[in-house]
């Protein structure tokens, strides 16, 4: 039985002028966790924020911190986001000499370790990891920034990954999680090709309708095309 559909946000888009606010509004919204996109400026285009400014947000909300680490070093930063209040730690494989090792590192500082793979990165890069982790993300864009458009040739992957998740017995341990140009025209397909966990950033936000309309329709988009196979 796979994992329940989870709406994630991504808080790229927040004004970060009033981010406790705007973590409570996420909450508020009806979002089942939250996704702090980590970057060094290194591993990616891209500069965001250190553990300091998640641990200032850790307050205004009692939802689960996720810590999308795109880093290039991992296993040195790994036990700050831990301290800082999250609970998930997501390492790149293309980031890990040794992702068996740092993954069994990132339990032992007792936060729950997870998988992303880049769009060139083959399903297979997990295969003998999926015992140490309770979610794979695939990304649907490369990743850096927000906004960008959502990589439909990802869902053969998806696709692959949920397979392999299934065929290990794995289905109800192990979420899979998309992160990339989710919104009201692509959760469907997203989640139709095996994803339970969807990322969204720009989509909540530029709802004219607002946070709790945006995140009510892309779970219920979701739970639709995961129940009955509505066309993406
Ligand atoms: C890429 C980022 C984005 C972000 C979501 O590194 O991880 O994918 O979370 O941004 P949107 O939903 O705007 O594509």
Excluded at 65 to 89: I, K, Q
Aim: aromatic letters at 4%; a negative charge.
């Amino acid at each position: 039985m796979r994992r329940p559909v989870q709406i994630a946000p991504s808080v790229l888009p927040v004004d970060f002028s009033r981010l406790g606010d705007e973590i409570a509004a996420l909450d508020a919204a009806g979002v089942d966790l939250v996704q702090w996109d980590v970057m060094d400026g290194q591993f990616v285009p891209n500069l965001t924020f250190g553990p300091d400014v998640i641990a200032s947000a850790r307050r205004h909300t009692d939802l689960p911190f996720e810590a999308h680490l795109m880093v290039l070093t991992p296993d040195v930063m790994a036990a700050r986001y831990v301290e800082a209040g999250c609970s998930r730690l997501i390492v790149h494989v293309e980031a890990c000499t040794h992702l068996h090792r740092t993954l069994e590192h990132i339990r032992t500082l007792g936060a729950t370790a997870a998988v992303a793979l880049n769009p060139a990165t083959p399903a297979s890069a997990v295969a003998h990891v999926l015992d140490l982790v309770d979610l794979v993300l695939v990304m649907t864009v490369n990743p850096g920034f927000g906004g960008q458009r959502y990589l439909r040739t990802m869902e053969p992957k998806i696709a692959e990954v949920r397979a392999m998740i299934d065929a290990a017995g794995l289905s109800g341990t192990v979420d899979l999680e998309v992160d990339g140009g989710i919104g009201p025209d692509t959760i469907a397909s997203a989640a139709r090709a095996g994803a339970n966990v969807l990322v969204a950033g720009s989509a909540l936000f530029r709802d004219p309708e607002g946070l709790e309309h945006a995140v009510t329709e892309l779970r219920a988009i979701a739970t639709d095309a995961v129940a009955h196979g509505s066309p993406g």
